[in-house]
């Protein structure tokens, strides 16, 4: 199948028809391939996280009146992270869409989590400038809605993902350190560090030790994906 044949079918599994086609060009295209004047999707995937943001926080504000922001935090985290992107551009076969340069694409750059979540994060961005945010949030709610329902589970596994993320690289299981605890008994304020053995850290606060814990490893998650 030619490129543009891959880019429509795409465009038909997404579930956005785009008055500016050129927009998603642009979305799928990797630093690999930039030349000549063709731009990559870096400056997009830049605002896609942040449309991204705004609308799951938004859909988990509605969804749970009732929480508190220790625990909307860990939620939006685990719906916003890189592999969550990659995950919901594996389910739409995006990686058959990307266009790479020929050592991206035989090093199996269509499989990648970093460059599948950045480019999945681009793509909403090409669809906010396209149509409006409106449209950028029909298509997020369209695609991340069912793991709205799971939410918990996924934020609870943040420890989990980081002692993997660790171990995989050689490292020495994350630390975790109490680091304060206020307010009265009835309502304390647990605040926990988690340190790499590279010396990256993240330090959360929430009203129980464990949830703490678990907002400090989702959110050094979500450092560790930008760098």
Same mark, same amino acid.
Request: cysteine-free; glycine content about 8%; proline content about 0%.
């Given at each position: 199948?030619?490129?543009?044949?891959?880019t429509t079918a795409f465009a038909e599994r997404l579930g956005h028809k785009f008055a500016r086609p050129e927009l998603l060009i642009r979305a799928l295209t990797h630093g690999s391939r930039a030349s000549n004047g063709l731009a990559d999707y870096q400056r997009l995937e830049f605002l896609g996280d942040r449309v991204l943001g %705004?609308?799951?926080?938004q859909a988990l504000f509605?969804?749970?009146r009732g929480a508190r922001e220790?625990?909307?935090a860990p939620r939006l985290n685990a719906l916003v992270r890189k592999e969550t992107c990659a995950e919901i551009a594996e389910r739409i076969g995006l990686g058959s869409a990307l266009r790479l340069g020929r050592s991206e694409a035989l090093s199996g750059g269509r499989r990648k989590t970093a460059i599948l979540g950045d480019a999945m994060e681009a793509v909403l961005?090409?669809?906010y %400038?396209?149509?409006?945010?409106d449209a950028a949030r029909k298509v997020i709610l369209q695609h991340w809605g069912g793991l709205i329902a799971e939410v918990d589970s996924r934020a609870a596994d943040a420890k989990s993902d980081l002692q993997e993320w660790a171990q995989g690289r050689g490292m020495a299981l994350p630390r975790y350190i109490d680091v304060s605890r206020k307010g009265p008994d009835h309502a304390p304020v647990f605040t926990v560090r988690v340190?790499?053995?590279n010396k990256q850290f993240s330090e959360a606060s929430a009203p129980s030790k464990r949830a703490a814990q678990h907002l400090a490893a989702q959110q050094l998650l979500g450092e560790l994906d930008k760098s």
């Open positions: 199948m030619s490129e543009a044949a891959e %705004l609308v799951i926080a509605e969804d749970d220790g625990q909307l961005a090409a669809i %400038l396209d149509s409006g945010f340190e790499l053995e």
